[in-house]
């Protein structure tokens, strides 16, 4: 059995299309956990409209997203969870995708596989995922941060499904953090773990209508939490790829640098900048960050525009 993980708040538009993405999956052995993040919204009578004994509701005080999950993998009675957050959906081969990998690669714990875009008009864009260490649908992920350093993240929260007993052996998602929590968790796994890899498209992200760079960012990240734990992992023993993982801290810093640029924090900017530069001295859109630092946010963000 797999079980299904949704953290839940506030979602009430959003749920019930993301749920029946879940019940209508063509692999039908899963159970859903549903943890309410304390909503205060319509979303808890939604999710009760659902008549399905696979779907269990458990509630909590708001506490975050990384809680949610946490309090989640507690909840689950299988040995393997996919994640899926509340407001996105699965294509119906999506759990048959992940249980194959399973089957496939027994010595894997991490599974994963392909994702697209959705805007809020519909527009469908797909991701660009590169240096896929193999040929075929399917195979094992190896080389982790260097694909993540080159790409979009080979592993989102809706595309993931791992061995519980593997999430639970790295603490789970870190409640401290509220912007990257998942990243650290994917990094923490792809050290420790074996991850197999389907190229096939079984999940959407559906973006936000805020999303892109036509204005000024909402969330931006404050602090070097993020930072600071993946440079800990350079000094772990069992660290394989080590220049990757560097091209991949370099990489979180490089598009810290360009939220505080798009923001108008130009002593941010110039701190992430820096940092990115210790890890990848040769890319050369850092040193043309360094370069916008002389301008106007409006023209930062104007030129941003035309080079999307």
Same mark, same amino acid.
């Given at each position: 059995m797999i079980s299904v993980v949704i953290p839940l708040y506030n979602k009430e538009k959003q749920i019930a299309h993301t749920l029946q993405s879940v019940l209508n999956q063509t692999f039908q052995n899963f159970e859903v956990v549903i943890v309410d993040d304390g909503s205060t919204d319509g979303s808890v009578v939604e999710v009760g409209k659902f008549k399905d004994s696979r779907i269990r509701l458990v509630h909590q005080q708001n506490a975050g997203v990384s809680a949610a999950r946490n309090r989640g993998i507690e909840e689950t009675k299988g040995e393997l969870i996919a994640f899926l957050d509340a407001d996105d959906e699965w294509k119906p081969e999506y759990l048959a995708t992940q249980y194959h990998l399973y089957q496939k690669y027994p010595d894997c714990s991490?599974?994963?596989?392909?994702?697209?875009?959705?805007?809020?008009?519909? /527009?469908?864009?797909?991701?660009?995922?590169?240096?896929?260490?193999?040929?075929?649908?399917? +195979?094992?992920?190896?080389?982790?941060?260097?694909?993540?350093?080159?790409?979009?993240?080979?592993?989102? =929260?809706?595309?993931?499904?791992? @061995? @519980?007993?593997?999430?639970?052996?790295?603490?789970?998602?870190?409640?401290?953090?509220?912007?990257?929590?998942?990243?650290?968790?994917?990094?923490?796994?792809?050290?420790?773990?074996? #991850?197999?890899?389907?190229?096939?498209?079984?999940?959407?992200?559906?973006? /936000?209508?805020?999303?892109?760079?036509?204005?000024?960012?909402?969330?931006?990240?404050?602090?070097?939490?993020?930072?600071?734990?993946?440079?800990?992992?350079?000094?772990?023993?069992?660290?394989? &790829?080590?220049?990757?993982? @560097?091209?991949?801290? +370099?990489?979180?810093?490089?598009?810290? =640098?360009?939220?505080?640029?798009?923001?108008?924090?130009?002593?941010?900017?110039?701190?992430? #900048?820096?940092?990115?530069? &210790?890890f990848q001295p040769n890319e050369w859109q850092l040193y043309v960050f360094l370069i916008l630092l002389i301008f106007p946010v409006s023209f930062v963000n104007y030129l941003f525009r035309k080079l999307r």
């Open positions: 991490v599974y994963a596989c392909n994702y697209e875009f959705r805007d809020s008009e519909g /527009k469908v864009t797909p991701t660009i995922i590169r240096k896929i260490p193999f040929a075929g649908e399917d +195979g094992i992920l190896s080389n982790y941060f260097e694909v993540a350093s080159c790409s979009h993240p080979p592993i989102c =929260s809706i595309s993931v499904m791992v @061995k @519980k007993e593997a999430i639970q052996a790295v603490g789970g998602f870190p409640l401290d953090v509220s912007h990257g929590e998942d990243l650290l968790t994917w990094a923490n796994l792809a050290i420790r773990n074996k #991850i197999a890899y389907s190229r096939q498209v079984c999940s959407i992200y559906c973006l /936000k209508s805020d999303y892109g760079v036509n204005s000024k960012p909402i969330n931006i990240p404050q602090g070097n939490l993020v930072g600071s734990r993946l440079e800990s992992l350079l000094q772990m023993p069992s660290l394989e &790829r080590r220049n990757d993982l @560097k091209k991949y801290i +370099g990489r979180w810093y490089k598009i810290r =640098s360009h939220i505080f640029l798009r923001g108008g924090e130009k002593k941010n900017a110039f701190i992430n #900048i820096c940092r990115a530069m &210790r």
